[in-house]
């Protein structure tokens, strides 16, 4: 993939943060294996000291807030330490639900091979779900993770059974076009590609405060691909 340019990704930055809108299929940080680019090498070829506060799975896209000083990076660890910055979520769902702020409540235990799975004796993990639209056989679902574990979005709404689309290692399968489109046509000798090439989970927003203790929102866009997923399901009410 074409790397991006750092500061187009820029959605807020003062002298302490950078909050950034990452774009799918980069890592955070260094992945277990060789050498492949991430956020936090492309941000430090632009700031000496910046550290990444939380991590968002490669496949998400999204508001990522990273600190560029030790001082930054403290106050805003500890914040998520304390659960005290908002998070939310747009996860497109297979199937048609309709939650008005759904508590999920679930244990999550991480496994091995970078799996998680909920699990009676796990880490207590916390999930508020709601219902933003219903289409035709899939929902967009905003949620709010009140605690951060490993794929922890991703595994309630499994157990809601509401799996991501594209999300195949937790049930979400891949979605084609052609399971909504009456009259869709392929070319002889063509296979037809699943319409979004991962799992589709955006992070919308992240609401923290900075050192002076003034409390920010950032809103990040869709990226394409997320956008014209939602805005094709929305053709199918």
């Known amino acids: ?22 774009p799918p299929f980069l890592a955070t940080l260094d992945e277990r294996f060789g050498g492949a680019p991430n956020i936090l090498r492309l941000a430090r070829e632009q700031y000496d000291d910046v550290q990444a506060c939380h ?21 805003l660890a500890m914040q998520f330490e304390d659960r005290k910055v908002r998070k939310v979520y747009h996860a497109a769902a297979w199937g048609v639900h309709q939650y008005d702020g759904l508590r999920v409540d679930r244990n999550i235990e991480t496994t091995t091979k970078g799996r998680a799975r909920l699990a009676y004796n796990g880490k207590p993990a916390v999930t508020l779900v709601r219902t933003m639209e219903a289409f035709a056989r899939h929902t967009l679902l905003e949620c709010q993770p009140i605690t951060g574990r490993m794929h922890q979005i991703r595994l309630h709404l499994a157990y809601l059974q509401a799996p991501i689309i594209g999300d ?16 869709f046509n392929i070319k002889e000798g063509e296979e037809e ?14 609401t923290f405060a900075k050192l002076d203790g003034e409390s920010v929102t950032i809103e990040a866009p869709y990226p394409k691909d997320f956008r014209v997923l939602v805005d094709t399901l929305r053709q199918y009410q």
């Not at 968002?56 to 990076?73: F, I, M, Q, R, V």
């Not at 699943?194 to 992240?206: G, M, Q, T, W």
């Open 1 to 22: 993939m074409k790397l991006p340019n750092f500061q187009d990704l820029v959605l807020f930055e003062d002298e302490d943060y950078v909050v950034i809108n990452k």
């Open 55 to 75: 991590r968002l799975d490669k496949e998400t896209s999204g508001s990522l807030a990273l600190a560029k000083n030790p001082a930054a990076y403290r106050h």
């Open 168 to 183: 195949k290692m937790y049930g979400g399968e891949d979605f084609y076009l052609s399971s909504l489109k009456k009259k």
């Open 193 to 206: 590609q699943p319409f979004i090439k991962r799992f589709a989970l955006h992070a919308a927003s992240l």
